[in-house]
């Protein structure tokens, strides 16, 4: 398995806050999502992934969802093509989906961002 390259990870405070604030939002089955593109673009999407603590007070569920949303993000990135997008998922069930379930959501996700793009 590989990992996910930290220059695709978003973070640092204000590349967070700028995401959550000039983002747009969308709903799908069991993640919310926020997207921002950048200009000009550097080339690289990054992303975020989060996991209330409100749905799953145990970590370990926490940190199974994170790796599934991370790896599912990981397989089908070039959905979302060379463009240079900040994505942040959240998940937003409460109940733990398995990994398929996660990977179509996630799918549907990108390919609504890279159309709207």
Do not use: H
Request: proline share 4%.
């Amino acid at each position: 398995m590989e990992n996910l390259p930290k220059s695709e990870r978003l973070r640092g405070r204000s590349a967070v806050s700028a995401l959550m604030s000039k983002g747009r939002w969308g709903f799908s089955r069991g993640l919310k999502y926020c997207y921002l593109r950048k200009d000009p673009p550097e080339g690289v999407n990054r992303i975020m992934v989060s996991v209330p603590k409100r749905f799953f007070k145990r970590a370990v569920k926490r940190n199974l969802l994170k790796r599934r949303l991370r790896e599912a993000y990981r397989t089908q990135k070039e959905l979302l093509g060379p463009s240079s997008v900040d994505v942040l998922f959240l998940y937003n069930s409460k109940e733990v989906l398995d990994f398929l379930s996660i990977k179509e959501e996630v799918a549907s996700v990108l390919k609504t961002i890279s159309d709207e793009g």
